[in-house]
């Protein structure tokens, strides 16, 4: 891995008495995907629109390529590309035509019609803004966060409101960026993107980076817990359920019960024993390896999606 | 410069393409012009400059309207913020505004003139310098006015709220549809405060009394400066984010631009030639001449 080319160092920022901030570091390495998982509210963005220069941090220190994206202005701009959220482009204006646009900004930059190839878009060239879908629109607000071949892209929800299978195009895409070795950071509250895409993944919860490595590395904290989600006839009370042998942890949500154990066989036991004695039945019953989700339910005590 | 300038041509394509756009800035002031000359002149060629002066004046007056209004949606629908983090900055943001604006007001005016005089037999053009030089100043202030107005309202509500309050003073009190001499004293006083008369008045004066370029510095120089001051404020102002609101200096900062036309209204008061000017012009739709009935 190369130096790093994004630093975020004790990074704060509140909004009136909310502090949506409090002390982030982290740094991102030159080629690298770097993630920021966390439900909505985590801080993700505002750390992200002030590694973007569109808001001023409240303290701490950022660096992105070298630059301070507050001071740096047009030089910093030029390096950078972005996907942002919540932004639109005029309704009337072609594809062709918002990609040229965005593109003659730049000193240095993309030729547009390769870019529209890429991302599908070629034949809806001549097409308005407002007759795209929301996948078009996401592909073309890719494409246009690479237009100057940036250095830096960053990603904040790219796929946040999109369905399933245009979901799965972006990854595709990021994918291929991601072969290319280009430096991007992402913003996601869904688990398999950042499982999928991400080198290394920041946990951000109530604005505080509460765990840091590659996806597996986040998982191995989980390492030698197994995952038992399971249905129930009847609802139990959740310390029945945590008393059961080898269970670390039990959580319930939407009659759904989902186990932390140390030991499967044995607590499978235990489970059919204790539910037997009480005349209760399984509906249904999973075990998986632990995801990030649960990581991040080990670390914070809810679920990511709450 | 550069970015100014393509933003400018991109602007121009989306607002060709906008049906609302070409209704007030071409349908709207073309129906304008039938109903003051044909209407106001009953016939006589002589009284053609005078309201033809009226008409371009509301022309270029109705861009602060289309520029709010294009502003403000562009900072609510998120569009600005993409601009943010491209190299573009405010100024050349602005800027585009008033050139787009400016390029797609100039054929109306043509088109006003050409109508003028093929159908309402227009029999001199008037001083062409005069009129150039006051149809762009005119033009960039008010479309800098414009922008002022996106600065410091927060909602599409409360521009078009500002908008029409604004639109009602420069049409009423500027000499553009009641014409001053028949204002009472102290609302022809009042109608030297703002720049809208000084546009009426000088368009006036080069058209009816067709006086040379010297004689309009008042009105040249005002709107000028108005202009500037528009500006200068609303690239401090300027807001890219949908959420943010109009910071309170704002309201200090527009104050502002409104300094000039304090000044030069109690000189105009005082010293002033606008009221004799503007009644000179007047009297050019008072008198009938059968020598004015077109062959």
């Known amino acids: ?306 | 410069m550069r970015h100014a300038w393509t933003l400018t041509k991109v602007r121009i394509r989306l607002a060709l393409r906008n049906r609302a756009f070409i209704f007030f800035s071409l349908i709207f002031p073309l129906g304008l012009l039938f109903l003051f000359l044909g209407l106001g002149t009953r016939g006589a060629a002589a009284r053609v400059p005078y309201f033809l002066a009226s008409v371009l004046a509301l022309t270029i007056m109705g861009s602060f309207w289309g520029l709010s209004v294009q502003l403000v949606t562009f900072r609510e629908q998120g569009i600005l913020r993409r601009f943010r983090v491209t190299p573009v900055g405010a100024g050349a943001m602005l800027a585009s505004s008033i050139f787009s604006n400016y390029i797609m007001t100039i054929p109306t005016v043509v088109i006003e003139f050409s109508v003028a005089r093929g159908i309402f037999h227009l029999r001199s053009w008037g001083n062409i310098v005069g009129i150039i030089l006051l149809v762009t100043l005119g033009t960039v202030t008010f479309a800098a006015l414009g922008l002022i107005v996106a600065s410091v309202t927060n909602t599409m509500q409360e521009t078009q709220i500002i908008n029409q309050i604004l639109w009602w003073g420069f049409m009423v009190l500027s000499g553009a549809t009641i014409p001053l001499p028949i204002l009472p004293g102290w609302l022809q006083n009042l109608a030297a405060f703002q720049p809208a008369t000084y546009l009426v008045t000088g368009l006036e004066r080069v058209m009816v009394g067709q006086v040379g370029v010297l004689q309009l510095a008042p009105e040249l120089l005002s709107l000028a400066l108005c202009a500037t001051i528009a500006f200068v404020v609303s690239q401090q102002l300027f807001r890219w984010e949908p959420e943010a609101k109009a910071p309170r200096r704002a309201k200090l900062w527009a104050a502002s631009a409104v300094i000039p036309f304090l000044l030069l209204g109690f000189w105009e008061n005082a010293h002033g030639q606008l009221r004799a000017d503007a009644h000179a012009d007047y009297l050019s739709i008072q008198q009938p001449s059968r020598t004015d009935i077109p062959r």
């Open chain 1, 1 to 306: 891995m190369g130096a790093a080319i994004i630093e975020v160092d004790n990074l704060t920022k509140s909004y009136g008495d909310v502090q949506a901030l409090r002390g982030v570091s982290f740094s991102v390495e030159e080629g690298e995907v770097f993630g920021l998982l966390g439900p909505n509210g985590a801080g993700k963005t505002s750390t992200v629109e002030i590694l973007e220069g569109l808001r001023p941090p409240g303290g701490g220190r950022v660096s992105v390529c070298g630059l301070d994206p507050q001071t740096s202005g047009a030089a910093f701009k030029q390096v950078i590309g972005a996907v942002l959220q919540s932004t639109a482009l005029p309704d009337k204006i072609r594809v062709g035509e918002a990609l040229s646009m965005f593109a003659s900004f730049y000193t240095h930059r993309r030729e547009t019609g390769g870019l529209l190839k890429r991302f599908g878009l070629e034949d809806k060239k001549q097409a308005f803004y407002s007759q795209l879908s929301g996948g078009q629109k996401q592909r073309l607000a890719l494409a246009m966060s690479l237009v100057n071949e940036p250095r830096v892209i960053f990603l904040d929800e790219p796929t946040a409101g999109l369905d399933p299978q245009v979901r799965r195009e972006i990854y595709d895409i990021v994918e291929e960026l991601k072969k290319e070795r280009k430096t991007i950071l992402l913003t996601t509250h869904y688990i398999e993107e950042a499982e999928k895409l991400c080198d290394r993944v920041a946990i951000v919860d109530q604005g505080r980076v509460i765990a840091l490595g590659t996806p597996r590395e986040l998982k191995q904290r989980s390492a030698g817990t197994t995952r038992i989600e399971l249905r129930l006839a009847r609802p139990e009370p959740d310390g029945a359920l945590r008393n059961l042998e080898g269970v670390s942890d039990c959580r319930a949500s939407d009659g759904e019960y989902i186990l932390h154990s140390t030991g499967v066989p044995r607590t499978i036991v235990a489970l059919v024993k204790h539910l037997e004695a009480q005349g209760n039945e399984l509906a249904s019953l999973e075990i998986t390896a632990p995801t990030l989700e649960d990581v991040f339910l080990e670390l914070t005590g809810r679920r990511l999606r709450d």
